[in-house]
C-alpha cells in the first residue's frame, strides 16, 4: 500500500493487537508504518485493515451493516436518517469551531447524557518542539477538554496511539475522524470486539483531503519563521466581516508573537489546487464519511458560505445521534433546518467532482501493480479536455509540491520552491478561471 502510494497514513495496521510497529514521519511529511516484525494477524483480515486496500469492504457495504435504520440516500453522501443545515444557538460552541460548533456540541452532549466517557479526537501538542509534532489523536474525558480540541486540522495524524489507550482503559468512546479514518475504525471494529465493544459512537467529519506536515513548513517559510518558533496552529481563525470561506493561519510564536496570514497571500494557499495533498486522496471516493454514525461538514453555498459565524451541514445515520440533534432542536439549543440529500451534496460540490468524475478519469491511468477497488468506475465519458488538464494538474502539484520543497529546504533556496508554486498556481487558476467564464455565457 505504502509503494503504491495509497497510505493514508491513519495507523490501522499499526493499531491490530500488540504489533511490533509505529508511525513515522516520511521525507515528505506523511505518516507511514514501520514495522520491525510480521504482523500476527492472518494474511487476509490484514489486507482488509487499510481504508484503500483493495480488499477491504467498501463504505457502501460498511454502511449497509452498520445503519440498518437508515431509510434514506442518495448517491454523493451514502444512506442517512436526516440531513440538516444551521449551527449551535448556545453557549460559545459556534464561535469556538471552525465552522457552526455542531461536532464540539455532539460531543459534550454525548458526554453530559452518560453515553460516552471520553472522546478520541485530534488536540494540539501542548509542546510540538519536544513532541516533534504539532497535533496527535488523544482522549478528552470533560467539557473543557473536548473544547480545547475545537478546529479544524490540516495536518498528518494517525489513530494507532489512541486506539493502544482505548484498549488500555475500559469504558465507552465516540471516536472523530475524516471518511478514511472511521471507516478503519469501523473494520477494526470488526476484526476485534475489545475495540467493537468501546467504541460506541463515530462522529465523522467532511474532508477535502490530508495534507502534509510540510506545508506548516511552507507557511512557516513564507511569514518569515523558523519552525521551532511556532507553539501554536489554527488553520482557520474567524474575524467579523471575514466570510467563513476565506481561511486565515493564525500562528502564536514561543515568544508570544501573534502572526496572521490569509491562505489567498500563499503560494499554496488554494484549497483545490492539491499543495501538499496525501497522494492516496487522489483515489478516495467518500467526502461525508459514509460510515459514521454523524457527519459534519461546512455549508459552501450561499447564504451561508459568506456567513462570517460559520455553519454546518449535519448527516444522521444511527437512531441515537439523530434522537440527540432532534432533541437539541426541540429545546432551542440547536438551530437547523431539514434539508434533503441533494442539498448537501451541493455543498460539497467541488469535492464530489474531484471524488467522482476526477477519480473517474485518475482510475484510467493506473498501470501494472496494486490497483485501489473504487465504487467509481474508470471512464473518459464526457470529460473535455480543460477538465482533464485541471485533473492532471493538481495531481502532478501534489505529487511535486512536498518533492520541490523538500529539495529547496536542502540547498537552503526556498524561494526556488516558491516560484514552481506560484507558477503551477497561476497555470492552474487559468484553467478553473476558463471554465467558469465559459459557464457564465449566455
Not at 177 to 190: E, Y
Not at 208 to 215: C, D, I, P, Q
Not at 236 to 244: D, E, I, N, V
Request: some cysteine.
Amino acid at each position: 500500500m505504502v509503494q503504491a502510494n495509497l497510505c493514508i497514513g491513519c495507523g490501522a495496521c499499526v493499531a491490530v493487537g500488540n504489533q511490533a510497529g509505529s508511525m513515522q514521519l516520511s521525507p515528505h511529511g506523511q505518516l507511514v508504518p514501520s514495522f520491525k516484525d510480521l504482523p500476527n494477524q492472518s494474511a487476509a483480515a490484514f489486507s482488509q485493515l487499510c481504508p484503500f486496500s483493495p480488499e477491504a469492504p467498501s463504505e457502501d457495504i460498511l454502511s449497509a451493516s452498520l445503519f440498518p435504520e437508515a431509510s434514506q440516500s442518495h448517491p454523493e453522501i451514502g444512506l442517512f436518517l436526516e440531513t440538516y443545515v444551521g449551527h449551535v444557538l448556545e453557549g460559545d460552541f459556534r464561535a469556538r469551531g471552525s465552522s457552526g460548533g455542531m461536532v464540539t456540541w455532539i460531543l459534550e452532549e454525548l458526554l453530559r447524557t452518560g453515553q460516552i466517557d471520553g472522546v478520541a479526537h485530534v488536540k494540539a501538542c501542548s509542546d510540538p518542539q519536544t513532541d516533534g509534532r504539532f497535533f496527535r489523536y488523544a482522549i478528552s474525558r470533560t467539557p473543557a477538554e473536548i473544547r480545547q480540541a475545537a478546529q479544524s486540522r490540516y495536518y498528518p495524524v494517525e489513530l494507532s496511539e489512541v486506539l493502544a489507550e482505548i484498549r488500555r482503559h475500559p469504558g465507552r468512546y465516540a471516536v472523530v475522524g475524516i471518511p478514511c479514518f472511521i471507516k478503519a475504525v469501523q473494520i477494526l471494529r470488526q476484526q476485534d470486539s475489545i475495540l467493537r465493544n468501546r467504541i460506541v459512537f463515530t462522529v465523522g467529519l467532511f474532508c477535502g483531503h490530508m495534507k502534509s506536515a510540510r506545508f506548516v513548513e511552507s507557511v512557516a517559510n513564507q511569514v518569515g519563521v523558523a519552525l521551532d518558533q511556532i507553539q501554536r496552529i489554527d488553520f482557520r481563525r474567524k474575524a467579523p466581516g471575514r466570510p467563513a470561506n476565506v481561511y486565515c493561519f493564525h500562528l502564536t510564536l514561543s515568544d508570544g508573537r501573534i502572526i496572521e496570514q490569509p491562505w489567498s497571500e500563499l503560494v499554496d494557499g488554494d484549497w483545490g489546487a492539491g499543495f501538499f495533498m496525501n497522494s492516496a486522496c487522489n483515489y478516495c471516493d467518500d467526502v461525508v464519511a459514509e460510515t459514521a454514525d454523524v457527519s459534519c461538514g461546512d455549508a459552501w453555498v450561499e447564504p451561508y458560505s459568506s456567513d462570517p459565524s460559520g455553519t454546518n451541514v449535519v448527516i444522521t445515520r444511527s437512531a441515537a445521534l439523530s434522537a440527540i440533534v432532534r432533541h437539541g432542536i426541540t429545546e432551542g439549543r440547536l438551530y437547523l433546518t431539514g434539508v434533503d440529500g441533494k442539498f448537501v451534496a451541493d455543498t460539497q460540490a467541488a469535492g464530489i467532482r474531484q471524488r467522482r468524475e476526477g477519480l473517474a478519469y485518475r482510475l484510467t491511468w493506473r498501470g501494472s501493480g496494486l490497483r485501489p477497488r473504487k465504487r467509481v468506475k474508470p471512464s473518459t465519458d464526457g470529460l473535455r479536455l480543460r477538465r482533464k488538464l485541471i485533473y492532471r494538474l493538481r495531481y502532478s502539484i501534489s505529487r511535486w509540491s512536498p518533492r520541490i520543497f523538500q529539495a529547496a529546504q536542502r540547498v537552503r533556496l526556498p524561494v526556488l520552491y516558491n516560484l514552481w508554486a506560484r507558477l503551477s498556481l497561476v497555470i492552474y487558476k487559468v484553467l478553473v478561471y476558463a471554465g467558469i467564464r465559459a459557464k457564465s455565457k449566455p
